[in-house]
């Protein structure tokens, strides 16, 4: 029985060791950092506690970028599929793209429709 205690007091902690907040504009969001790993090459996957826009304080990564396209983003890393939000136009959702290193051309087909 304790060993089992152990085992599952060892993965909580693993999975909060896991756990990283991104504050974009102001909206704090929360993912596990194998999540931000899915997509290579990008700005969230590169993510390190020594960036300069990392605060040890609060235990968070500061962005200063539109939340609501970055709510779009961050179900990409998720889901595997970029949605263009509908509130936003184009070149916007475009230039969040170009910020967080992320490929245009990944946008799902019915966002072209």
């Known amino acids: 029985m304790q060993s089992?205690?152990?085992?599952?007091?060892?993965?909580?902690?693993?999975?909060?060791?896991?756990?990283?907040?991104?504050?974009?504009?102001?909206?704090?969001?929360?993912?596990?950092?194998?999540?931000?790993?899915?997509?290579?090459?990008?700005?969230?996957?590169k993510l390190t506690e020594d960036a300069k826009n990392y605060d040890a304080?609060?235990?968070?990564?500061?962005?200063?970028?539109?939340?609501?396209?970055?709510?779009?983003?961050?179900n990409y890393y998720r889901t595997g599929k970029l949605h263009y939000p509908n509130d936003v136009c184009g070149p916007l959702f475009e230039t969040e793209l170009q910020y967080w290193n992320l490929d245009s051309n990944q946008v799902e087909p019915c966002c072209w429709m």
Request: hydrophobic letters at 40%; glycine letters at 6%; proline letters at 3%.
């Open 57 to 74: 304080v609060v235990g968070e990564f500061f962005f200063d970028r539109h939340p609501g396209v970055f709510a779009q983003i961050l």
């Open 4 to 45: 089992l205690v152990k085992q599952l007091k060892s993965k909580a902690e693993e999975h909060r060791d896991n756990r990283i907040v991104l504050n974009v504009g102001g909206v704090r969001h929360e993912t596990f950092k194998t999540t931000l790993k899915k997509i290579p090459a990008t700005r969230l996957s």
